[in-house]
């Protein structure tokens, strides 16, 4: 983040929004928006959101897999092929 570029004022967001939106698209480096001198909002490009988006659901399965497995909540993986077979057996029925 470049402190100078990356920080803008409301008022800038306001007078120069398609300017921010060029620098934000062409750089790829969001920018926080203050209201009276206090962060208030996050500009982002859509690629870079949803690629964020995307990672912390990766990471939240991850977690969930890694709390499941200090709880014992697993299965052998015989018994997971054999669990996806019925279901999927049920399902052609």
Known sequence: ???TSDIKPITYLKSRAA???S???DTRRP???TQNGKPRAVLQDPESYENMRNTIGILKALSQGESD???G???SQEEMFTAIENSL???LK
């Open 1 to 3: 983040m470049n402190i």
């Open 19 to 21: 300017d921010l939106l």
């Open 23 to 25: 620098q934000i698209n």
């Open 31 to 33: 920018v926080i928006i």
């Open 69 to 71: 497995l200090k709880n």
């Open 73 to 75: 909540k697993i299965k």
């Open 89 to 91: 057996k049920d399902k």
